[in-house]
């Protein structure tokens, strides 16, 4: 079953702007993570961020949680063309350790 | 970050033959694999997961018998797709954990199979 959905699934912006994608899931959580996908590649770990945590940084990227609202959000400053992909969130349902995936969102970032 | 490998990254098969693909841990012994699928702009579909030395857990709906997992070590798992049909063409990916809460997954590049 598909437990995180994130928001837009496609976002289109200029480099240099910020970009922010939302993440909303349905049940209990102990950690939520995100990951890049370059198209036809594997994945990449960016943030795990821990349910009772409310932010974590690294780099250009700050992840936010809100348990209450069942809801994270990714936020990419200063975006670069490089940064084009799709962003998927993984949730793992209550009493799993097995991440769950999102459908995505797709970004492009224009030079 | 570990590294997971996946070979062949791509494999292009006639309908009816047997395909198998390799997911390697290469700095690090996975307790726990995963394998997954992902059909374009589409999300990635747990199909099994297997540890090792033991018979995988395949996910609802994904038919054990034509998708069979050996976990064999703790730096090898394989997937191999029988008889393979045109509808079997997909991404899959694999994941390589050291198991349990505190995990982090480690993905494989993908192996992009087409069945004509």
């Known amino acids: 079953s598909q437990q995180g959905e994130e928001d837009p699934q496609a976002l289109s912006i200029q480099e240099g702007e910020n970009a922010t994608m939302n993440c909303s899931y349905k049940?209990?959580?102990?950690?939520l993570q995100w990951y890049r996908q370059n198209s036809g590649r594997g994945l990449v770990h960016l943030i795990l961020i821990r349910s009772n945590e409310r932010e974590k940084h690294s780099g250009r990227l700050r992840v936010t949680l809100d348990t209450s609202k069942k809801s994270s959000s990714l936020l990419i400053t200063a975006s670069r063309a490089a940064d084009t992909a799709s962003y998927f969130c993984?949730?793992?349902?209550?009493?799993?350790?097995?991440?769950?995936f999102g459908r995505g969102t797709s970004l492009i970032v224009h030079p | 970050g570990a590294v997971v490998s996946q070979h062949p990254s791509w494999v292009i098969c006639k309908s009816g033959t047997s395909v198998k693909i390799e997911c390697r841990s290469l700095d690090f012994q996975a307790t726990t694999m995963f394998w997954y699928r992902q059909f374009p702009k589409q999300s990635l579909m747990l199909m099994a997961t297997?540890?090792?030395?033991?018979?995988?857990?395949?996910e609802q709906g994904v038919e054990k018998d034509k998708f069979l997992i050996n976990h064999a070590s703790l730096t090898l798992s394989t997937l191999t797709v029988t008889s393979a049909h045109p509808e079997d063409s997909s991404f899959y990916i694999c994941?390589?954990?050291?198991?349990?809460?505190?995990?982090?997954?480690?993905f494989g590049p993908g192996t992009r199979l087409t069945v004509t």
């Open positions: 049940t209990s959580i102990n950690n």
């Open positions: 994941s390589a954990s050291l198991g349990g809460p505190d995990y982090e997954q480690y």
């Open positions: 993984a949730t793992d349902e209550g009493g799993s350790y097995i991440p769950t």
């Open positions: 297997s540890n090792e030395g033991s018979k995988a857990t395949y």
